[in-house]
């Protein structure tokens, strides 16, 4: 079964950082690109960014730029998502989503979420 | 920077046709994709490249594209329906991705 299972809730202050873990089932992970999308409460769906699936690339959105960071552990089949220098506004449910084999860019499986909680 | 619009709400009875659209400059350059999130849970692929629908997701959903619009068909609308729905397409490099505001479908 081809499935995304993602770390737990995490509660973090200002200034801190964030990694958030999503371990791949089902598949490689070298054969799909991994997305991380994030929403705020009560917000729209926001893309952070992606990792090739074959060459390890990464492309970051302009807004998270400097403070995102995808990576991958091949071995582990776990892919990852480090955001830094947390602010309230970064509050929200993180998902790793998978791109595809048709195109990188339809994200066909979701993981279940992980929600980051930035709060003094 | 390049966005995607849609229109806020849309509210139909069951049985009836629900359309969304969703408008954006990139959308001649770059296929559209379609998401169905219901509360508390990861959003659901229901159309790719445009028209193309993943196995499992019913008949009842299609999609079309003309020019700067693309949208999102619901036919013969049903309660389990009611939704947030997010069109997702490309800037014109194809490497960033845009999310429209999302659209939430009321079935009266």
Redesign the interface.
């Known amino acids: 079964q081809v499935q995304l299972v993602q770390s737990g809730a995490e509660v973090k202050k200002p200034g801190a950082s964030v990694k958030v873990s999503c371990k791949a089932s089902g598949y490689t992970l070298t054969s799909y690109a991994m997305h991380w999308v994030r929403q705020a409460p009560g917000q729209r769906l926001e893309w952070m960014g992606w990792i090739n699936g074959g060459n390890g690339n990464t492309k970051y959105s302009q807004k998270f730029q400097g403070r995102v960071t995808i990576t991958r552990d091949t071995s582990a089949s776990t892919a990852y998502m480090e955001l830094s220098s947390l602010k309230s506004e970064d509050t929200a449910v993180y998902y790793c989503a998978r791109g595809a084999a048709t195109t990188s860019l339809a994200f066909d499986i979701w993981g279940q979420g992980t929600m980051v909680t930035v709060s003094s | ?1 390049y966005e995607v619009t849609q229109p806020p709400s849309v509210s139909v009875s069951p049985g009836q046709t629900a359309r969304i659209t969703c408008s954006g400059d990139t959308l001649p350059k770059q ?1 559209a ?1 379609w ?1 169905q ?1 219901k509360p508390g849970q ?4 229901l159309v ?2 445009d028209t ?1 629908r ?1 196995s499992g997701i019913p008949e009842r959903f299609s999609g079309s594209s003309s020019g700067t619009t693309v949208t999102l068909t619901i036919s013969g609308v049903q309660a389990e329906d009611e939704a947030d729905y ?1 069109c ?1 397409s ?1 800037d014109s490099s ?9 659209t939430k479908l009321t079935v009266l």
Do not use: D, N, R
């Open positions: 920077s296929y994709y998401y999130q990861a959003p659901l692929l790719y490249k193309e993943p997010y997702q490309a194809g490497s960033y991705v845009l999310f429209g505001g999302g």
